[in-house]
């Protein structure tokens, strides 16, 4: 023993050499998890609540692997290093990494298939490397002079976020995912030789963490410690999840944004388990300020609709989740019941994703999940008063109650009068109201029965009663893909369908105008003037298919002899298109018209070739675009159900991705014919009420037969020659773009940054 004792000082703690393991396994997590959801992309589509779904499975296997790697505390290091260096050989069978082969799911059951697919195909990998940070934080504390070792957490989280901010800015764009599989299994090589080093580091440390423990000074943590620290973890990790949910739903869907939340949750750590305890201290005192001025707009469903708002949303996790994850390293136990409090906050961390990904979803009709983990981080906040009015007033307990308890119902009424005269935007009164409100709910911060109702109210104020009211009047679906509500529109005589922020539908209520075409369908886009032509390119009974539903618009293009099939991947969308109360186009145009429930790609794949002289690919359910849907193979697929002849649409309206290049590549490759139909909105004109129903678009008609195209536009005007909106142009090229494949495609060379910066919804 005396040998071992001397070998381990002349050898030195190596901190080193544990904060570049723990980096290294931590980058390695959070790279697969994007790649991953890069390879289920023609699998799954790119709903917000895919992603959540993958991050609830992330989370339950980091659970446990610190579940693991609490139950190895019981022996010696020696004896921990030789199971985990075995247990990181066995996982490497599942490498490469690559997607499982199962089954698809049925229509409805894709929340629980996404789960089941992830852990097929790298749950034993992600198991054995998640246990790095608290196993390897144990080995370090193995040696008494390398001192308190939840440091090594913070290098964790930044190891992690370097891993997440890495991959869509610089592996995806430069690497094809085959690449990127070995790539990442070359890191776990590395891993593992590091894991061999730090056990070589710690060889002769004899005595088990556990056996020490049982001499320590501190006791074990009680049973409500132990609550605390699930609960405080709990509310970050849903957060984390809401937000996202929340900002793509009602404020806008702006392309990559599942990374800010997550990185910012993941930098929160970083900040609140490093030394900067000054930074962590400002961001608890300001907290409940923040959790008041951006929380209380969470129930506003009517879309904030700008940038800035956005931004505040992502500033408010993070200065919360520093905060509460500040408390939790305050609450923090001795190194030897390390494991234990990571095992904690991993269960926490999967309580809010379980609620958050999977249980709102079934019983929320909106994103309530987001305003409701508000409230239970004010709940758990530490609420040091920003302004000790009572103390420099010199009031008594008793006066400050009282008058606490006034200002809370001068806050109510400030409340019912805000909702009583909501508008949809915050100005007048209700601007006037609502600083009233945020100047009470600052006055009462450091008394939290009066904090948390103040809080609530402010949200009630701020459009929430209106979004409570929509859920009442059962006029708003929720489904795995998203959050769509039907709004009734007087004034224009219109009924709305929207998709979170996108306007998915719209029909007119005016009577004799019911079954004209509208939004991005009118006769004079792309895919109305080839609806309109279908007889003269296909004959009378032309075969038509339509991927992505809607409200069904273009359903009322369907003529007596023609055989339409449509494919919609959301049931909850064929409800709302086929209840006659709602709207009117399917029941009306095309009641016998099959309609295709399940991922289109893969549904018609499995049709026989030849089955349609028009494809219509309209399933960009907001500007976060399906990869799958416009990659190499899936064109080969469209093509393959595509007659001689047969001309496909495709329909690439978009804030935020130039996706003409794309095409162009594509159509190149293949030697097929193309052009693009640019329409501009038109202005409203008084003497035609039916322009305000119409919304600009642009239209994409392929063809491996250029006299089919020539048909359908006519001669194709140059771009400069295009004086006017409404005409057929060639297709615009990028020298050096590189097509789209399943194995690689990236949207950063099409992404349109300005007007990322710029966006008003």
């Known amino acids: 023993m005396g040998d071992g004792l001397t070998d381990r000082i002349s050898a030195g703690p190596r901190r080193w050499l544990f904060v570049l393991t723990i980096l290294v396994g931590s980058f390695l997590l959070f790279q697969v998890q994007p790649m991953v959801a890069r390879m289920v992309l023609p699998r799954l589509g790119g709903a917000p609540a895919v992603w959540n779904s993958a991050m609830l499975v992330y989370q339950a296997l980091l659970l446990g692997g610190y579940a693991y790697a609490h139950w190895l505390g019981r022996f010696e290091v020696r004896r ?95 690497l094809p995912l085959a690449t990127q599989s070995w790539g990442w299994t070359a890191g776990y090589g590395l891993l593992v030789l590091l894991v061999v080093a730090t056990a070589a580091a710690r060889w002769h440390s004899h005595v088990a963490p556990d056996v020490a423990a049982s001499t320590a000074v501190e006791p074990p943590p009680s049973l409500r410690r132990k609550l605390h620290w699930l609960l405080i973890a709990a509310v970050p990790s849903g957060l984390m999840l809401s937000t996202t949910t929340h900002l793509t739903t009602d404020i806008v869907a702006m392309p990559l944004l599942w990374v800010l939340p997550l990185g910012l949750y993941l930098l929160s750590f970083s900040v609140a388990f490093s030394t900067a305890d000054r930074v962590t201290q400002v961001f608890t005192t300001i907290a409940p300020a923040v959790l008041l001025s951006v929380g209380g707009i969470s129930l506003l469903s009517t879309g904030g ?74 709940l758990l906040l530490p609420l040091p008063a920003l302004f000790p009015w009572d103390k420099w007033l010199k009031l008594s307990p008793l006066t400050t109650r009282v008058i ?26 209700v601007a006037v109201w609502g600083a009233v409100l945020l100047a009470i709910g600052i006055l009462v911060i450091g008394w939290r029965w009066a904090y948390l109702p103040v809080l609530a109210l402010l949200m009630l104020g701020v459009g929430g009663w209106d979004t409570m009211q929509e859920s009442f009047a059962g006029m708003r679906v929720r489904s795995y893909f998203g959050v769509y509500t039907v709004t009734d529109d007087p004034y224009r005589h219109q009924r709305r369908l929207a998709h979170g922020t996108t306007l998915h539908g719209l029909q007119r209520t005016d009577p004799g105008h019911e079954l004209e075409p509208t939004t991005y369908y009118g006769h004079q886009s792309g895919v109305g003037l080839a609806l309109d032509k279908a007889e003269m390119l296909a004959g009378p009974d032309a075969s038509v298919g339509v991927v992505g539903l809607g409200a069904g618009t273009l359903s009322c293009y369907r003529r007596p002899g023609q055989r339409w099939t449509i494919f919609e991947i959301d049931p909850a969308m064929v409800e709302i298109a086929r209840d006659p109360s709602k709207f009117t186009f399917i029941t009306r145009c095309a009641p016998d018209t099959p309609i295709v429930i399940g991922d289109a790609r893969l549904q018609i794949a499995k049709l026989p070739p030849a089955q349609f002289d028009i494809l219509v690919i309209d399933a960009f359910s907001s500007d976060a675009i399906p990869l799958h849907l416009l990659t190499a193979e899936a064109i080969g697929i469209y093509a393959r159900a595509l007659k001689p002849g047969g001309i496909l649409l495709i329909h690439i309206s978009n804030r935020f991705f130039a996706l003409e290049p794309v095409l162009s590549a594509e159509a190149k490759a293949r030697g097929w014919s193309a052009a693009i139909r640019l329409d501009s909105p038109p ?40 004086s006017e909106p409404g005409v057929w142009v060639p297709l615009s090229s990028r020298p050096g773009f590189e097509r789209w494949t399943d194995d690689y495609a990236s949207t950063l060379p099409v992404l349109l940054w300005g007007h990322l910066i710029g966006n008003r919804e």
Request: proline residues 8%.
């Open 80 to 174: 921990q290093a030789t199971i985990h260096v075995a247990l990181l050989l066995v996982a490497a069978l599942w490498l490469p990494i690559g997607i499982a082969t199962i089954a698809p799911p049925a229509p409805g059951q894709e929340a629980l298939w996404v789960p089941l697919l992830l852990l097929a195909s790298i749950g034993p990998v992600f198991f054995a490397v998640s246990a790095q940070a608290p196993l390897i934080q144990r080995w370090f504390a193995a040696d008494t002079r390398a001192g308190d070792p939840y440091y090594l957490y913070a290098a964790s989280n930044l190891g992690s976020f370097a891993g997440l901010i890495s991959y869509p800015a610089l592996v995806e764009p430069t």
């Open 305 to 378: 609709g700008t940038m800035l708002v956005a931004l505040a949303a992502l500033a408010m996790l993070f200065i919360v989740a520093t905060a509460l994850h500040g408390y939790l390293y305050h609450l923090r136990p001795a190194p030897e019941h390390l494991t234990l409090f990571y095992l904690i906050m991993s269960a926490g961390g999967v309580l809010g994703g379980l609620f958050a990904a999977l249980i709102a979803p079934l019983i929320f009709d909106w994103a309530y999940e987001h305003p409701l983990l508000v409230l239970a981080a004010a």
């Open 404 to 429: 606490v308890a006034l200002m809370v119902g001068v806050a109510a009424f400030a409340s019912w009068r805000m909702a009583s005269e909501w508008t949809g935007q915050v100005e007048g009164p």
């Open 683 to 722: 202005e409203e004109d008084p003497g035609r009420p039916d322009f305000s129903n119409l919304t600009g678009s642009n239209w994409v008609a392929l063809t491996a037969t250029p006299e089919r195209l020539a048909q359908l536009t006519g001669p194709l005007k140059s771009r400069t020659e295009a």
